[in-house]
């Protein structure tokens, strides 16, 4: 886990591009619901696609969980933004290729915290 480099930067073009490419491989995403599978995982690619932002840089913090579980340091990680639903984000970073979950504070000073997982899985990460 690194910092993003300004050649790592990029528009929400090349982020859906990325978020594709890991929609269309298998996904660890569990089926949480009555539907089948494949119907279930469709409406949740949906939804993430919709959620999904102009990438910019952020500084996510992990939490004590992802410290304590994860091999995480108590240090922030650069990484990009790809997707939002209220408190909760999906985070990328470009040198591992890896998606992160993380939530944020709400109020005047946006602050991320990552949950600890993390994977080249788009969806299992969003959902958590």
Sequence with gaps: MS?????????I???RAIVEASL?????????????EAVFLDAEKAKLRSKLIEPFEVVAKPGTW??????FEKRGY???AFAREG????LYEPSSKNFYKAWSTEGEKLELF??????NDALAEWRG
Excluded: I, K, Q
């Excluded at 269309?24 to 089948?36: F, G, H, I, K, V």
């Excluded at 408190?87 to 999906?90: D, E, I, Q």
């Design 3 to 11: 910092n993003v480099r300004a050649h790592e930067r990029m528009n």
């Design 13 to 15: 073009g090349e982020a």
């Design 24 to 36: 269309s491989r298998p996904t660890s995403t569990p089926n949480t619901s009555d539907l089948p």
């Design 66 to 71: 992802a410290v304590e579980h994860c091999g």
């Design 78 to 80: 650069h990484m990009l």
């Design 87 to 90: 408190t909760t984000w999906l």
């Design 114 to 119: 990552l949950l600890g997982f993390y994977s």
